[in-house]
Structures are given as structure tokens and as C-alpha cells.
């Protein structure tokens, strides 16, 4: 590529703009001091030990990393099948459908947190666990459809109308032909819907109670009423994890498959 | 000085591997001139660096006496059609080939004359408000090159334009480039890696290899006096011996056979070569005592209007091609005349 | 397979989609609209309040602005990266992806950080003498703007690198054989070129900042509220279903009705009537 100066540079200034604000964060986290303070004095972890002791991050951790786990696999169980019917046959409304699918995501999240609150928690009196589950599925459930959807379009299909000719039932050529040809959308699909339910908020901030609240949210509150390093903490060691996931992601499907 | 000048242009990407090796090269005003070659051998950088799209590392490009090695790309004033015909798929045919215009800021009207007058010589006059996307691959070719020529270049650049058409098209759409550019008598460089397009639609050929112009001169010349067996081989050389001098145009192959040329040659020439059809086979023991040598029938091929034959001779395998009535099948042994004209010694 | 099998392997989404996101919808919505007989009294009385007008002006206000000037910071930086040669958009891509894939209350806790009365900006203008006490930089209609700028530019990098991939690079120096410099090349060739992906982004940002409920409640503090703050203070503060619904129903079809928009911009701006190769 031939030299253009101030577009370099000025792309320069955008990154500095994405990575510093991240970058303090990170320094803010070292600080001896009772309250953040940048550029910091002294050095220390003793921030990061604190996060440890504070039992309800550690918690809320292990509800999130359960609610988004689970969420995210019940929308790989309904969405894979419903991705792969809408892919395979050529119903009368499939992209009416596929739309109704996606819906999800043009209903803003503090809707759908709304909505499911005053629905499940306060009419159907069920326990917020299960409310907060069902909105972590609603929000995944898009994810699989597209992603999964496109892999499947990618598809030949003809590959398992052979493997019925040679004996296949329909439900077993699905498991031993179609699967194993679209486990990377499968798998992409869940990263990003298991990324994007570990980070929700919207949806959470309605849906807690006691005992019941994910990482983000207690990390919120906590926020609103504290201003001291372990958010710093915090913050660095969901950096570290957001790290490793992206790490994973690049090594096996490349970080393209979820851009 | 020649119109184009190109003296010791080097080109590198990472400072080690040359692109292109300190190339030179003259175009005479008015004349097509192909870079050929195979892929890789940097016909389509030279191209680019003509263009202003590849700055050079060394050396120096004039056009008109005038240094451009520095002048940016678009105050050149070249045309170019492009291998993609890289059309805008925003813009209407018209407003593809008024694009250079607008950017002159001619009047209005100035540009809708001379945009029609263009469409009309490229017969594209009807699509005018159609876009890219609504024509045929040949349509295309033709917005590219009208969308190139309306500015009035001083140069022609056409990287590898035919490449995406199909034969037949190909062979109408160069025979319309060179009637163009003769009619408009602009000064043209054309890239291609098909010695056959090349042959019909050049003034002169510029052989191209890993970077540097092997041979450059008009096609017949290159057709039947290759330089180098690079050019040879390119060209259609099938046949490859080594000779040594021995006696004024008397050269003696490696078994000790004697061939006569008709040519001068130099010393450091000392590969013979011949075209598979310039090679006359007949029958056991006939022809003149030199330039003759027997061999043995292993494969025959029907090639359609001749046969072709590969004869295992004491200078090696040689490749003939015959379309004499008297064939010859494998097991038979022969006799191969190479003739003073023909032989080409690399 | 017949229809009849490929509606069973729908129906447990259908189902659950329908009980547990448009049941749940219809439930708030609808008391909004029914009081005794069919009314509109709950969205007149909402329009009525300049109070809550503000707070819609204001969403939508500040959900323009992040818009334009995403589109403004995206644009170059993802014509660079798509134009950068290969190892470098790998790690350009990944410094983008980082901040998106980071949880939004981190992304906004970094803003408090800078803008805070104790924050990086005061401390230095402070120590520098520009200022002899801390202005207020958090708690303000541009902390929002700053902080969802934050939230946002990567989505719209994102979206616009693939589409200047998809821009043959000999269009561009097509153009400029043709006479154009580089800026006008750019301009006339490849910004109209790029609308596609422009509108797209543009769709993900506005409507992301219309609805994000984090930078406005940690940024923006109680007297600048979005619809989505506002939603919440109503529904888990004040306990007023009534106006959470209303506000809810106000926020879906601001959504629905920016994205016509933006569609129809992008179906006027693209004078073919289809998508772009």
C-alpha cells in the first residue's frame, strides 16, 4: 500500500481513543490508594484479593457463568432445529419466520427484561431464576438462528439426501451428515451468544433478586455505591477473560467468524 | 528519446527480492507495445509503475521528454482499462465515462458530446443509462476502454483486458482495440501472457522474465529469432540440442553430427533450437548428409490437420510435427532434416 | 419431509417465543391502551409532559449524535484497516473486537474514571493551571455521548471493514488514472460504494444507543435520563407499570420506525434499487 500519512495517523488516534480508556483501568488497578487514583502510588494486588473476598462477586460469578451457559445451550437445542427447517425447506412464510426468530433483537432489552419481569416474576409468581434464564435465552436464541441459518445456506444438501439413499433415517443422517458440517456455526454461534448473555445487562437489571443476580449487575451496583480499586480489579480480570475467549476463538475458527 | 521512456527501473516490495531489475524500455510515439510473459515476471508491475500506481525504487519514467517518476497517478493523464474493468457499479454507463471529464471540469456540455461521441465509436450508445451490472462481459470491456480513451491520454494502459471474455469475443474485441488505437493513433501498452493476441494486436513485444525485458522487438522478429531460449521456449521452441562451433556456420551437436546455418551467431549462442514443424521427417537414410540425423518413431499423435511425433535421436528427443501424406508409425526409424534457415541457435 | 414435520421441529421455539416474549409484551402493553374501553389517554398524558418529551428528545438527540460521529471516526479507520495488509488487520481487528467483547459496565467505568470530579481530565487541567477547580464532565448529556461513542465505534468499524473489503481495489485506481487525487477518488467512488455498510452500522449504533441502559444509569446520572433509565426508574423505583409500559411501547416502535428510516435512506441513497456486488 502506498504512504498516507494522515490517515495513519489519525486511525492511530482512534486506537489510542478504544485502548487508553482500557489501559487506566488496568494501571488504576495496581494504586495503593483507598480510592482510584491515576496515575497511581505504589504497587500492589491486593485489589485483586479483595474481589475474592467480596462473596457476592464470587456469587454472582458462578450464577452468570451457570445462567449463560445454560441459556445459551437451550438456544442451540430450539435453534439449531429451528434454523436448520427454516433452511432446509422452503415453507410458505419462512422469512416471516426467520424474522419472528430474530425478533429478540429489534425489542430493546429493557423491554424484554420488563416484559418477562412483570410476566413471569409478578404474574406467574415463578422464581426470578427461571425468569432470568428465559431472558437470557430469548436474547442467545438470534444468535443461533443467524449463525448457525448461514452455515446451513452454505450447505449442500444433497449430502444428506445421499446418505438417506444409502440407509440413513432422517433424524440419524441429520446427527451423522449435517452436524459435523456445521460445528464451526454451531460452535461460533455459541461464543458469541454465551459472550453476549455473560455481558448482558438490560435484561439482568430487571431479573435480580435475592440471590439472584448475575456479575455485571452486582458489579453496577457496586459501582453506585463505591469508587475503590477492586472495580478495578474486576474490570482486569473480566479484560483477562474476555482475552482468553478471543484467544480460543482465533485458534479455532478465527476471530472473522464472529466480527 | 524515444516518446516512453523507462531507464533502470527497479522495483521491490521488501527491499531484498526484485520485482523488476533495473528495466529499460522505448516506445515510439504511436506504437502498441506488448509486455509478455508468464505470470510473475512483472509485466503487470511495469504496467503499474507507467501508471503511477507503483512508485519505483530507482530509475526513471519520461513521457514527452518530461520526468513523471514522481508525478502522481492521477495527473498523468493515461488511460487505463483495468483486467476487472473496475467500472464504478454506482454509476450509469454515461456517468462512468464522463467520470474523468467531470474531474477536468468541462461544461456540461462539453461532456454529455463528448461522452455520446465515445459510446457511439464503442457501438455502446444505447446503454447509456444502464448500469455496469445490466451489460455483458463484452460490454463491459468496451465502457472500460471508452471510459479510458474520452480523456484523451497520452497513453493507453490495458492490463490483461481480454482475459475475462470468452474466445470468440477475445479475438473480436482485440481486433476492435487495434482498430481504435490506430484510428486515434495513441501511443499503447498491452499486457498479456497469450503470445497469440500479442503477436496479432502489437507493433513491438517486449518478452518479459522474473524482472527483466529478455527480448524486445517487433512479433515477427521475436516469432522467428528468439534471443534466449527463455523467449523460445515462451514462443513455441520445443526442441532443445547443444552445438559447438566448428567451422564457419558449421556446428557440430554433442554426437558429433555437423548442422549448417544460414544465420551469424554469437559465441555465447550455443543451443540450437527448432519449431516441431520446421523439422522434416522422411524416411531411413534420405536427405543431405548434414543437418540430418536418424532416430527412432515412439509416439505418434494426431493432431488434427498433422501428426506429431516423438523421435528419440542421438541428440536427444525431438518433437515433429508433419502433416505429410507418408505417416509413420512408432518402432519406425527415420530420418530428420533440420533446415540452415530454420535452426535458431539461443 | 413434509411440512407437517419441518412446523414440529419449529414449534418449541414458536412456542417458547411466543409465551415467553409476545405473551409477556402483550401483557404490559395492552392495560396502556385499556382502560374500561379502548383508550390512547395513557400516550396523550405521556406527550403532555414536557418532562418526558425531554427525556425522548434527549434519547433520540444523543442517539443521532453517536450515530454521525461513528460514521464520521468509522469510516476512515475501517477504509484503513480493510486496506492494511494482512497481519496488521488481523491485530487492528482484534484491538477493535477487544472493547466490544468487554462487558459494557467495565467499558462505562472507564469513562468515571476519566471524567470524574477526581478523574484524569480535572487532575490534569488542574495541575496544569488551566482550570483552579474540577469542572463537571460526568453526570452530563457528553459523558453520555462520550461513553456511548465508546460503546458503539467498534460496531460500526466492524460493519464497514467488511464492506470495503468487498470494494475491488482497482475501482480505485481506476479513478485515479481517470484524474482523481486520493480524497476524491475516496469521496466520489468509495464513500457511495460503502452506503450499504453505512446503513447498516448506522441502524446497530443508533438503536444501541437508543436502547443501552448502562452508560446512561452510570454516566449520565439522574438528571439525564434516557427512555431506558426512565423505563427502569418507573418500573423498579416507582413502581409505575402504567408509565413503564407506555415508555416500553414508545421505545419498540422508536426502533421499528428508525430502522424504516434508515432503510429508505439507504433505498433512495442506492439509485439501483439492489444491494451492491
Known amino acids: 500500500m502506498r504512504k498516507q500519512r494522515g490517515l495513519s495517523i489519525f486511525v492511530l488516534l482512534v486506537f489510542a481513543f478504544l485502548c487508553l480508556p482500557l489501559l487506566i483501568i488496568t494501571v488504576t488497578a495496581f494504586g495503593e490508594q483507598p480510592s482510584i487514583q491515576f496515575p497511581i502510588e505504589g504497587f500492589t494486588f491486593q485489589w485483586f484479593k479483595k474481589v475474592f473476598e467480596i462473596s457476592s462477586f464470587v456469587d454472582s460469578f458462578f450464577l452468570s457463568l451457570q445462567i449463560s451457559s445454560l441459556a445459551t445451550l437451550l438456544a442451540l437445542a430450539v435453534g439449531i432445529p429451528a434454523a436448520y427447517a427454516l433452511a432446509r425447506y422452503k415453507l410458505p412464510k419462512t422469512a416471516w419466520l426467520k424474522s419472528f426468530f430474530l425478533s429478540p433483537t429489534v425489542i430493546p432489552g429493557v423491554v424484554v427484561g420488563y416484559a418477562l419481569f412483570q410476566f413471569v416474576v409478578v404474574q406467574l409468581q415463578l422464581p426470578i431464576f427461571q425468569g432470568l434464564l428465559l431472558g437470557h435465552f430469548l436474547i442467545s436464541l438470534p444468535y443461533v438462528i443467524r449463525v448457525v441459518g448461514s452455515s446451513l445456506e452454505q450447505l449442500d444438501f444433497s449430502i444428506e439426501e445421499v446418505a438417506w439413499t444409502l440407509g440413513c433415517t432422517k433424524p440419524l443422517a441429520f446427527i451423522k451428515v449435517v452436524l459435523p458440517n456445521i460445528t464451526s456455526g454451531i460452535f461460533a454461534s455459541f461464543m458469541l451468544a454465551f459472550i453476549n448473555s455473560f455481558n448482558n445487562i438490560p435484561v439482568s437489571q430487571f431479573l435480580s433478586g435475592p440471590g439472584v443476580a448475575t456479575l455485571p449487575t452486582t458489579l453496577m451496583s457496586y459501582i453506585e455505591y463505591n469508587y475503590d480499586p477492586t472495580v478495578s480489579a474486576l474490570s482486569v480480570l473480566l479484560m483477562l477473560g474476555t482475552i482468553i475467549l478471543m484467544y480460543l476463538i482465533e485458534k479455532t475458527l478465527g476471530l472473522a467468524s464472529v466480527a | ?346 | 419431509m413434509s411440512k407437517k414435520t419441518s412446523y414440529l421441529i419449529l414449534a418449541p421455539g414458536l412456542v417458547l417465543l411466543l409465551f415467553f416474549l409476545i405473551l409477556p409484551l402483550v401483557s404490559v402493553i395492552w392495560p396502556t391502551f385499556y382502560d374500561g374501553g379502548v383508550t390512547f389517554n395513557a400516550y396523550l398524558e405521556f406527550f403532555q409532559d414536557m418532562y418526558n418529551v425531554g427525556i425522548l428528545y434527549r434519547t433520540i438527540k444523543i442517539s443521532l449524535i453517536v450515530t454521525l460521529i461513528s460514521i464520521l471516526f468509522g469510516v476512515p479507520t475501517a477504509y484503513f484497516i480493510a486496506n492494511s495488509p494482512k497481519k496488521w488487520r488481523g491485530l487492528l481487528m482484534s484491538l477493535t473486537l477487544f472493547p466490544l467483547l468487554t462487558n459494557s459496565v467495565v467499558r462505562s467505568f472507564a469513562w468515571i474514571n476519566i471524567l470524574g470530579r477526581t478523574g484524569i481530565i480535572n487532575n490534569l487541567m488542574l495541575a496544569s493551571g488551566l482550570i483552579s477547580e474540577p469542572i463537571t464532565l460526568l453526570y452530563t448529556e457528553f459523558a453520555i455521548i462520550i461513553g456511548s461513542f465508546y460503546l458503539f465505534l467498534p460496531v460500526m468499524i466492524i460493519s464497514l471493514v467488511g464492506t470495503f473489503e468487498n470494494i475491488d481495489t482497482e475501482i480505485m485506481e481506476a479513478a485515479e488514472t481517470l484524474g482523481a487525487n486520493r480524497l476524491t477518488a475516496f469521496i466520489k467512488v468509495i464513500l457511495p460504494l460503502s452506503i450499504p455498510g453505512v446503513i447498516i452500522g448506522s441502524i446497530l449504533v443508533f438503536t444501541g444507543t437508543l436502547t443501552a441502559y448502562t452508560t446512561p444509569q452510570l454516566l449520565g446520572g439522574n438528571r439525564n435520563m434516557m427512555m431506558s433509565t426512565f423505563l427502569y426508574q418507573n418500573a423498579m423505583a416507582l413502581g409505575d407499570w402504567q408509565s413503564a409500559s407506555v415508555i416500553a411501547l414508545i421505545m419498540i416502535v422508536t426502533t421499528l420506525l428508525v430502522m424504516k428510516v434508515f432503510n429508505m435512506i439507504a433505498a433512495k441513497l442506492d439509485k439501483r434499487g439492489e444491494k451492491y456486488a
Open chain 2, 1 to 346: 528519446m524515444s516518446f516512453v521512456d523507462l531507464e533502470d527501473i527497479r522495483v521491490s516490495y521488501d527491499g531484498k527480492n526484485n520485482i523488476l531489475k533495473d528495466l529499460n524500455l522505448s516506445i515510439e510515439k504511436g506504437e502498441l507495445v506488448s509486455l509478455l510473459g508468464p505470470s510473475g515476471c512483472g509485466k503487470t508491475t511495469t504496467l503499474r509503475v507507467i501508471a503511477g500506481l507503483i512508485e519505483p525504487n530507482d530509475g526513471a519514467f519520461s513521457v514527452d521528454g518530461a520526468n513523471l517518476t514522481k508525478v502522481p497517478v492521477h495527473k498523468r493523464n493515461f488511460g487505463m482499462v483495468f483486467q476487472s474493468y473496475a467500472l464504478f457499479p454506482h454509476l450509469t454507463i454515461k456517468e462512468n465515462v464522463g467520470f474523468g471529464l467531470k474531474l477536468r471540469k468541462e461544461s456540461k456540455e462539453t461532456i454529455h458530446k463528448k461522452v455520446m461521441e465515445m459510446l457511439e465509436v464503442t457501438g455502446l450508445a444505447d446503454y447509456a443509462d444502464r448500469y455496469p451490472k445490466q451489460l455483458s462481459g463484452g460490454q463491459r470491456q468496451r465502457v472500460a476502454l471508452a471510459r479510458a480513451l474520452v480523456i484523451e491520454p497520452k497513453l493507453l494502459l490495458l492490463d490483461e483486458p481480454l482475459s475475462n471474455l470468452d474466445a470468440k469475443l477475445r479475438i473480436n474485441m482485440r481486433l476492435e482495440i487495434k482498430k481504435i488505437q490506430q484510428r486515434l493513433g495513441i501511443t499503447s501498452v498491452f499486457v498479456t501472457h497469450d503470445q497469440e493476441e500479442c503477436f496479432s494486436i502489437s507493433d513491438k513485444v517486449a518478452v518479459m522474465n522474473q524482472g527483466v525485458i529478455e527480448q524486445f522487438d517487433t512479433p515477427e522478429v521475436i516469432y522467428n529469432h528468439p534471443k534466449t531460449e527463455f523467449v523460445a521456449r515462451f514462443i513455441g521452441f520445443e526442441n532443445f540440442f547443444d552445438l559447438t562451433l566448428v567451422d564457419d556456420h558449421t556446428y557440430a551437436a554433442g554426437d558429433g553430427s555437423l548442422f549448417k546455418t544460414a544465420h551469424t551467431w554469437e559465441t555465447t549462442q550455443k543451443v540450437g533450437t527448432i519449431r516441431p514443424e520446421d523439422i522434416t521427417i522422411l524416411s531411413k537414410q534420405s536427405g543431405p548428409a548434414v543437418n540430418t540425423i536418424p532416430g527412432t518413431v515412439k509416439v505418434r499423435t494426431f493432431l488434427g490437420k498433422s501428426y506429431q511425433y516423438e523421435v528419440e535421436t542421438p541428440i536427444g528427443k525431438l518433437l515433429v510435427q508433419d502433416s505429410d501424406e507418408t505417416t509413420y508409425t512408432s518402432g519406425d526409424e527415420v530420418s530428420l532434416y533440420i533446415s540452415e534457415e530454420k535452426l535458431i541457435l539461443v
